[in-house]
């Protein structure tokens, strides 16, 4: 029996051996159960799709309380999109530390008020309350419903062998947005004022929701996106490897096609992390159809978000390669993402020093 792990996700052997085997009563009405590479359930709801994803409402208070909460709901509100499916609800628990006041309450919740009117969702129950034991960054969760047609939603099983890949805004944009905002001294010192304030405007890249709209409303699946896949925790690689695998597919992935933000490998470099296998809230992984590729691209560049075709899925006997300075390699999982290790020794190394006041 495997280990539970000392941080993070449980390894997908634990989930396969614990969790996936007890899923509670059967229901015809699930469309797309808890699978690995699957950000999202689906359930048929009448003659609707509903689209369901449940995560932590994570707050980082060092973000500065307004940045904190955009970042706490448009976590959730990312997972939600990759189903195709619009944003219409959401059930919010926050179980609140006992030294948050009133005024820092009051500003997060003004936010996610503020990011939901936005977005067209409605806020339709939850729980608030503080307690002893509770603290920051997890204080609570939250599920976001999406709505629509029984045609509209897409998921692994959708795509097929020929599908391309398309990769929004390159790697490790949740781990340089993070840096960026927390440590913008220290990136001043090192790179000038002028690459500080660039690098800290990714911390606002750090969503798929308009990227995973913009995708869909060019087609899905015979007519445009089969798939789509939030890159978190082990960055792109991990993603392209959780979506083929859900897949049931090979992947052909050519690394130098792949866009990288501006900022992005000076300081993954600084920080002394991979930024392939790096967090990466804010990349959208997308599976299509050949002939509608080069359109989603073309709709994602109109939107100001940069975005290639980086490879195909291929039939599983190829398995998964990544084609890296003309060479082909085995495309693996990279199974511990770097960063948290890589930004935790910043903050004991640099203190004060490099930190956000």
């Not at 020929?162 to 490790?172: E, H, L, Q, S």
Request: charge should be negative; proline fraction near 5%.
């Amino acid at each position: 029996m495997s280990e539970l792990p000392e941080i993070g996700k449980i390894s997908p052997e634990i989930f396969n051996e614990l969790i996936y085997p007890r899923l509670g009563a059967k229901n015809q009405a699930v469309l797309v159960g808890p699978q690995h590479g699957v950000d999202v359930g689906i359930v048929e709801i009448g003659n609707k799709a509903v689209s369901l994803t449940t995560d932590p409402v994570f707050i980082v208070p060092e973000y500065g309380w307004e940045r904190a909460a955009w970042f706490a709901l448009h976590i959730l509100a990312s997972d939600s999109v990759t189903s195709g499916l619009k944003p219409r609800f959401l059930s919010i628990d926050l179980n609140l530390p006992m030294e948050m006041t009133k005024e820092q309450l009051e500003i997060v919740w003004d936010t996610i008020h503020r990011e939901c009117k936005k977005l067209g969702i409605a806020v339709v129950c939850g729980h608030t309350a503080r307690y002893e034991n509770c603290h920051y960054p997890m204080v609570g969760g939250a599920t976001v419903i999406s709505v629509g047609e029984k045609d509209e939603y897409v998921t692994p099983k959708l795509a097929r062998a020929g599908d391309r890949i398309i990769v929004t805004k390159g790697p490790a944009i949740e781990a340089t947005g993070i840096f960026a905002a927390m440590f913008p001294q220290l990136i001043e010192e090192k790179f000038g004022l002028d690459f500080s304030q660039r690098a800290q405007q990714i911390f606002y890249k750090m969503s798929v929701v308009e990227d995973a709209m913009t995708a869909v409303s060019v087609g899905v699946r015979e007519e445009g996106v089969s798939a789509m896949h939030d890159a978190t925790e082990c960055g792109i690689w991990g993603a392209l490897f959780e979506l083929s695998q859900a897949a049931n597919l090979g992947i052909k992935i050519e690394k130098d096609r792949i866009p990288v933000e501006d900022c992005v490998e000076d300081i993954c470099s600084f920080f002394a992390i991979d930024p392939y296998i790096s967090i990466s809230e804010g990349t959208l992984v997308i599976a299509c159809r050949e002939h509608k590729a080069q359109e989603i691209v073309a709709a994602l560049s109109r939107k100001g978000i940069s975005s290639s075709i980086v490879g195909e899925l291929m039939n599983p006997k190829y398995g998964m390669i990544l084609v890296e300075e003309g060479k082909e390699k085995k495309l693996e999982h990279p199974l511990v993402d770097p960063f948290w290790a890589a930004f935790y020794r910043a903050l004991k190394e640099h203190a004060s020093k490099g930190m956000k006041k």
